[in-house]
């Protein structure tokens, strides 16, 4: 089931985590166990980095988990210092999520790697223009918790989520961020059946993965290609061809929003498409609730690959 949706603004920022979270909440038919965002904005030169250091669920264990969550982020942050990170701004979101602004001019990897080896510690991204924020809930919850609706940037996309293969948890909500590169992210709605096959292959090439999800692989997939010099055109269409399943993804860069669908088409997608603006959606309604004129729109058809830049 799940509901995606992507939105690109050519040559202007907007309120796109407003407009995101209106998308998504016209979807939450699709997917009521989680909400996911990853909107693209500017760092001031530097780079973001979203965290959390538990799942929601953990909160459930009374009182004494707020001292255990600010022993967990006083590590982070000793981690960061050894690293020769420079923290601008820190700032705590909710009791488990926090965002950092920071330069730094090490290795991402490394640093990733030792950050996530504090217990509970989990990375959901780290780029120049993308911020990744998912939560259990609907989305005008999720946008709610984490300020999202004063968000501006120049595009987005989002997922809700129905869980039907793995667990209700933040760890396995959409969208992806492919570790630990920077400003990659994908939403995907389908199954991909040589998923295991793919992971390995990316695995033995010194990728690492952060859940069992098969949407992951699009992500760490797309990833890989670009830091081969591939161009996100080719590297969407190269996915056709290689990955097997029925599959619908968009794939968002710090300036650029793509969309491949299987050779089956059997995923929806429906496509606005102005000189301004483009949106895009599992379903119409979700267009809609952004452009409530009358406005035409279109269904991609089996393979095809499309990419705007912002």
Known sequence: ???????????????????????????????????????????????????????????????????????????????????????????????YAYRYEYNFTGDLGKLAEHVEEVEGAEILSIGKGLELIKDLGDAAVVSEAYGLKAFQGTHGIGHTRMATESDVDIRSAHPYWAFPYNDVSVVHNGQITNYWIMRRQMEKKGHRFTSNCDSELLAVYTAHNLSLGISLEDSLRQSIEEIDGVFTYLVATKDQLGMAKDTMAAKPLVLYESDKLIAMASEEVAIRAILPEEIDTSDPYDEEVRVWQA
């Not at 407003?18 to 998504?24: A, C, F, I, K």
């Open 1 to 95: 089931m799940c509901g995606i949706a992507g939105l690109i603004h050519r040559g202007k920022k907007s309120t796109v985590g407003s407009e995101m979270t209106q998308m998504l909440q016209a979807l939450k038919h699709r997917g009521p166990d989680s909400t996911g965002y990853a909107v693209y904005g500017e760092a001031g030169g530097g780079l973001v980095m979203r965290l959390k250091i538990a799942e929601a669920d953990d909160m459930d264990r009374g009182s004494g988990i707020y001292a255990e969550l600010d022993r967990r982020i006083d590590a982070v942050d000793v981690i960061m210092e050894e690293h020769g990170v420079k923290v601008s701004k820190k700032e705590k979101v909710t009791d």
